[in-house]
């Protein structure tokens, strides 16, 4: 069975006890890398039982990625509205 990185999207194939990618891995904030690896339980990818701490910031992660994406695409927006044609008389 393959395993992928949970980063919403990303098809990286990385070991079942590792939340994602490396590149992924190293976005998140270093809080939610150290309660994901506290809140593992050794084996939990085998026995598919993580604990619901784990579950729980999982989720949370979850919620801050969205966030993120969220972010990204507002700010892209605002770029593309920014740097669109100017009319005549027009100044910064």
Request: charged share 30%; hydrophobic share 35%.
């Amino acid at each position: 069975m393959k395993h992928t990185c949970h980063w919403p999207g990303c098809k990286v194939e990385v070991a079942p006890k590792f939340w994602g990618c490396w590149a992924h891995w190293r976005s998140l904030p270093k809080r939610f890398q150290d309660r994901i690896w506290k809140a593992y339980r050794r084996g939990q990818e085998v026995t598919k039982t993580p604990s619901a701490e784990y579950v729980q910031v999982a989720k949370e992660v979850q919620a801050w990625i969205a966030e993120q994406i969220k972010c990204q695409q507002a700010r892209a927006r605002n770029e593309k509205l920014d740097t669109g044609p100017r009319s005549a008389g027009e100044t910064e």
